[in-house]
């Protein structure tokens, strides 16, 4: 039997340690790549969700703004259209309120951007996000509110009052409830902000 020399079995476990250094010198250079990208990846969702909760509060804000100019001009002031604020007094069923070109017919998409001329605008909040808004009274035909063509509901309004009783001259409190007929009115709020993040929110309200 014929033995190896101590250097030729030396060299051989040598070069048998460099392959495996090699190996594990790759295997912890992915691991560290993939921890990298994970903690990255995390960032990004975590950034992506505050400006999601963001867009949410902007959004909040518009349907507000809404509900706050419905109550202002409800009655007579909600009969016709009012472009410039961004209320119309149809439901407009057949118009694209994301905006987006529809193939052959661009017509029917709702101009984000005409703000003052579609739709109405907020001023950009802190943190960089615009809402805009646009009103639709869930009616078929323009007028007053009629159950025919348009969506109600009838609720009932009460209150009180203080009247006077003879002969004493005191008074005394008097309760009141008369029937009120309520429409349904549709809110989209758009918002852009930071990222070319956009969102849509829709919100129905009983005035």
Known sequence: M???????????????????????LIAMSLAGTAIVRSVDTSFLIAGNLAFRRGATTSADAGVEAARTWLLANNGSGLYGDKADQGYYATSQDALDLTGNATKGNASDDLDWTAAGTEVKCLATDAGGNTACYVIHRLCDATG??????????????????????RPMGTYQERSWSEAATMGYYRVTVRVTGPRENTSFVQAFLLI
């Open 2 to 24: 014929s033995m190896l020399p101590k250097k030729t079995i030396h060299a051989r476990q040598n070069g048998l340690a460099l392959v495996v250094a090699l190996i594990v």
């Open 144 to 165: 007053s509110l009629d159950a025919a063509t348009c969506s109600t509901q009838q609720t009932a309004r009460g209150g009180s009052s203080m009247g006077a009783t």
